[in-house]
């Protein structure tokens, strides 16, 4: 299993890693990338780099990824969704099918900046949102709220 692997965070592991990503709400709007591979809408987020915390390569994905400075949200310092999905095969980074354990923090705009990335990016009315775990992230939310 990931997590009983010396080191889970790392692409090394060829069965899959943990990931992080990040839930940005802005003014009952979702920031969500079409991501380029995969070919879909999803939350702004990626792997987390050698020294790195969850929270905070999740804060630096979604800067890579759209150029938003973000921030925790106050009392949102664990993630409020954890979701395992299969990556598919990708030969350009000589990548087999692997999983991610993707670990979802709530976070808040600071500034927005011109992204360093070349990737899409919207902001989506929660009612627009298609995504099942984004959906039920919101949910979660709204019933702590």
């Known amino acids: ?4 692997e010396e080191n889970p965070l790392s692409r090394l592991n060829v069965t899959g890693h943990i990931t992080a ?10 920031l969500l990338i079409y991501h380029p ?9 990626g792997h987390i780099d050698d020294g790195e915390s969850p929270i ?3 804060i630096r994905e979604v800067y890579e990824e759209t150029g938003i400075l973000c921030e925790s949200t106050d009392g949102q310092l664990d993630p409020v969704d954890i979701d395992l999905h299969e ?13 991610h354990i993707d670990l979802l923090f709530v976070l808040q705009v600071i500034e927005e900046r011109d992204s360093p990335e070349d990737i899409q990016k919207a902001w989506v009315p929660f009612d627009q949102i298609t995504s099942p775990r984004i959906k039920r992230a919101l949910q979660k939310l709204q019933d702590q709220a």
């Open 21 to 30: 990503s990040g839930l940005v709400i802005k003014d009952d709007l979702v």
């Open 56 to 58: 905070e390569a999740a």
């Open 87 to 99: 990556i598919p095969a990708n030969p350009k980074k000589g990548e087999g099918a692997h999983l």
């Open 37 to 45: 591979y995969i070919k879909q809408w999803f939350q702004p987020g």
């Open 1 to 4: 299993m990931i997590a009983s």
